[in-house]
């Protein structure tokens, strides 16, 4: 027997929260919407917070790579960073018809060397550019859910994201990484900078991270979903 309320439909449970102007979770059934997050499931053994951070900087870009994820921005605020620390390197994985752009964007940029473009990446070589990275960077302006960063965050890896809808809900900033102006070219560098320049301060977003992540779980789910339609059975019999 299905559960309804007053309009005979249940609510909506959307897999991220929208602030308001964002587009989504607002209009009229604003009070009958419900946020159900993602989750991860567990990892793998050998897949934990063991230590495998990569003893220099290397930033990660993870996600298709098509022209509105904005990765030029990574690109140049990796070439910021690359002036006072010239031993850092970045590396964006994944495939798209706008890898050539990039390609040739990192070339004419002076930074094909401490650039590496492996392609689409295997589930093991993911997990393993989580763990070495020191940060995973994301400059899209807007996502349906930032699930890789929840995975980066699983493992230690803090992440520098855009103030975008679908990015800035999985990161508490400042706590377990940096949520920066979309587009700021000088904050998402300087946010990169400090994650080199305090490493007292990255070890303590790195702790809380893995922390934050862990709430992320498909138990967890599981359960806001029972909550959820338990109370709309609740009122359909109101």
């Known amino acids: 027997r299905r559960a309804a309320g007053a309009s005979g439909r ?14 989504g979770g607002g209009g009229g059934n604003r009070g009958r919407t419900a946020v159900n997050r993602k989750g991860l499931r567990a990892l793998p053994v050998g897949r934990g917070r063991e230590d ?11 996600t298709r790579l098509k022209r509105y994820k904005a990765i030029e921005l ?22 798209g018809d706008h890898r050539p752009a990039l390609e040739r964007r990192a070339a004419a940029g002076g930074l094909g060397e401490r650039v590496e ?6 589930d093991e070589a993911k997990w393993s550019l989580l763990r070495r990275a020191w940060a995973l960077l994301y400059t ?29 809900e999985p990161v508490l900033d400042g706590r377990t990484g940096f949520v920066v102006p979309n587009g700021d070219l000088a904050a998402l560098a300087g946010a990169m900078e400090r994650a080199i320049e305090r490493p007292d301060g990255r070890a303590g977003l790195e702790a809380a991270a893995v922390l934050h992540a862990s709430r992320f779980s498909w138990d967890t789910a599981a359960e806001r979903t029972l909550e959820v339609l338990a109370s709309a059975a609740e009122g359909g019999r109101g």
């Open 52 to 62: 495998q951070r990569a003893r220099g900087p290397v930033w990660g870009v993870l």
């Open 140 to 168: 899209s302006p807007k996502e349906g859910w930032g699930i890789s960063s929840v995975e980066a965050q699983r493992v230690g890896t803090i992440a520098i994201v855009s103030d975008s809808p679908g990015r800035r």
């Open 117 to 122: 473009f492996p392609g689409w990446v295997d």
């Open 10 to 23: 249940l609510p909506a449970t959307p897999v991220r929260a929208a602030r308001a102007g964002d587009g």
């Open 74 to 95: 990574a690109l140049e605020a990796f070439g910021r960073v690359l002036d006072s620390h010239p031993e850092a390197r970045l590396v964006i994985a994944g495939d």
